[in-house]
């Protein structure tokens, strides 16, 4: 951040005063996240004794806290999950580094400018064959398929050879919905305008701060409450 005195500055202050303030471009909002962002093998294994010992690390880019207060905070956080140790529970150990590590700070995002802006909030659920995995993916009860950046093939569709019949059915008919989503809110800030049988005659609710509405995109669409669990770790959110 740069100095809020210097006549030439871009950006100065935290960005979330800058949202919760409303004080951004007012453009609607299409965001979302994976139904499990840390499954990708790898990325959390060797940091679960780490956080056990010293669950303030979870709270380490924080400013304005003391060590205590990161460490109290990292406490309630992972006991959200677990009543034990992270490494005794390795499910809630995927779980807490899909939320610490990318899903609660995007929902919160979601929630602070939903007050100004339209906001269309998603969770991407299908895995399927053409998924972009970057590593192997840990699979276990209670936990989501699609990792990080699952969706991005998709959107964009950039893996395809040309020759769609190698493809199964449910990735083309995802691919499908997903175009037709996101094609719908550049055309018209609404990724459901009207009553569509290939969007399964969904209407997309707006999220807001209340009712935490999102649409769960897999091979069907479904709308649910409260991505995330947001609203237990809420406050426990910085």
């Known amino acids: 951040m740069e100095p809020s005195d210097d006549e030439n500055v871009f950006f100065s202050g935290y960005p979330d005063d800058k949202f919760r303030e409303g004080i951004f ?4 909002v299409m965001v979302g ?5 840390g499954a990708l093998i790898g990325g959390w294994k060797d940091r679960i004794e780490l956080i056990d010992d010293h669950p303030e690390l979870l709270y380490r880019q924080v400013e304005g806290l003391t060590e205590r207060e990161k460490k109290e905070l990292g406490e309630k956080m992972i006991r959200v999950y677990t009543e034990g140790k992270l490494e005794k529970n390795l499910s809630a150990a995927v779980k807490l580094y899909s939320d610490v ?21 998603y969770q991407y659920s299908f895995f399927g064959a053409i998924e972009n995995k970057a ?10 398929k699609a990792a990080h950046c699952a969706e991005l093939p998709y959107i964009i569709w950039y893996k395809l050879d040309g020759d769609t019949t190698v ?47 999102f649409l769960d995109i897999d091979y069907n669409l479904t709308v649910k409450e409260n991505p ?11």
Request: no cysteine; aromatic share 14%; glycine share 6%.
């Open 33 to 37: 996240i994976t139904s499990e962002e």
């Open 167 to 213: 493809y199964p059915e449910a990735d083309m008919r995802v691919r499908r919905i997903v175009s037709d989503l996101f094609g719908n809110f550049i055309k018209y800030q609404n990724p459901t305008p009207k009553r569509d049988a290939q969007l399964q005659n969904i209407i997309w609710p707006k999220f807001d701060s209340e009712q935490l509405r």
């Open 101 to 121: 590590g990318f899903s609660n700070r995007i929902i919160k995002f979601a929630d602070l400018v939903s007050p100004y802006v339209d906001v269309y909030f």
């Open 135 to 144: 590593g192997p993916i840990v699979e276990m009860e209670g936990l989501g």
């Open 25 to 28: 471009n007012k453009v609607p």
């Open 228 to 238: 995330r669990g947001y609203r237990q770790t809420r406050k426990l959110i910085y």
